[in-house]
């Protein structure tokens, strides 16, 4: 069963839209938990695969089957209550403004880039409701470019409609998208791409969690090329349904004689600080892809 494909088509993403639409909270969270729990059983699903060897790894191989069995559900319910959230509220900025709470560091980023002293270059990984906290973000004023997967299929396509109407500006990973992204840094703008899904055909494997993962890289040049720091986007779901955002300390880039040492390096310092967030709430780092192909067998 190719789940993702299936998943991440663009009739999957606009019937789960549909019935988020309709479907009020009380309805829609049970609902939607449901289906995430039904599909993180399905052991043999190559992304529930995925989840559980992810989770093997981010445990320090510390979880017996059974306990993978219980994360791995506990990852696809809170994934599909992200998307429930997201596609509910996404046209009620009242409510998401109630519901994404930031913290003060996040603050000060929107400060520094009111001033317009130095822009700011984001990464995020896949914890919590990373597009319900765009949205959120976007309402207070944060203007950014976003560095998106290249070539998405149809579903993606539709998500990133959704995140344009939110007020981000989508540009897939491309070297043109890169350029912009660093006239906009360089301008004191804001730029934000992703960490941590798997790139299988790259060169670089920076360790995470103590294991080498093929992880993009690209932002690590980005900040080279522009001199600026890293600082990790993210947040967690909290027990009452709110949503936490917050954002790291900078993350600064170390030169190095060579320059795949400089690369390895400065990813792998921005990786230990995602690792540490992650470990927080290992049940909502929704990440559907192997990141240690070792891991699964």
């Not at 479907?23 to 049970?30: E, L, S, T, Y």
């Not at 052991?43 to 089957?65: I, T």
């Not at 070297?175 to 992703?194: D, E, F, H």
């Amino acid at each position: 069963m190719n789940l993702e494909t299936f998943l991440n088509g663009r009739f999957s993403v606009g019937l789960a839209l549909f019935l988020a639409q309709v479907m009020p909270p009380a309805v829609g969270v049970r609902f939607s938990e449901a289906v995430g729990n039904g599909l993180g059983s399905r052991s043999r699903v190559a992304q529930v695969r995925a989840v559980r060897a992810n989770q093997w790894v981010v445990s320090g191989g510390r979880l017996s089957p059974h306990e993978l069995e219980d994360i791995s559900r506990a990852t696809f319910r809170c994934a599909a209550r992200n998307l429930y959230d997201y596609f509910h509220n996404y046209r009620k900025p009242k409510v998401i403004q109630k519901l994404v709470r930031f913290s003060p560091s996040f603050d000060r980023c929107l400060e520094q880039l009111q001033r317009g002293d130095q822009g700011i270059l984001f990464v995020c990984p896949h914890l919590s409701n990373i597009d319900l906290i765009g949205r959120a973000a976007a309402l207070r004023g944060l203007r950014m470019q976003v560095l998106s997967y290249p070539q998405p299929p149809g579903g993606y396509r539709l998500q990133n409609l959704l995140r344009k109407y939110s007020g981000l500006e989508i540009t897939p990973m491309s070297i043109s998208a890169l350029q912009q992204a660093s006239q906009r840094l360089q301008a004191g703008g804001a730029v934000l791409t992703g960490v941590d899904r798997p790139l299988p055909a790259s060169k670089y494997k920076p360790r995470f969690f103590n294991r080498p993962a093929a992880l993009p890289v690209a932002y690590v040049r980005l900040a080279l090329k522009t001199g600026l720091p890293v600082t990790i986007l993210t947040g967690c779901r909290k027990p009452d349904g709110s949503y936490s955002v917050w954002a790291s300390e900078p993350v600064a880039m170390k030169p190095y004689p060579d320059l795949q040492n400089e690369i390895m390096r400065n990813a792998e310092a921005v990786l230990e600080v995602v690792a540490e967030y992650i470990r927080l709430a290992p049940e909502q780092w929704a990440m559907f892809y192997p990141v240690w192909q070792e891991a699964l067998s």
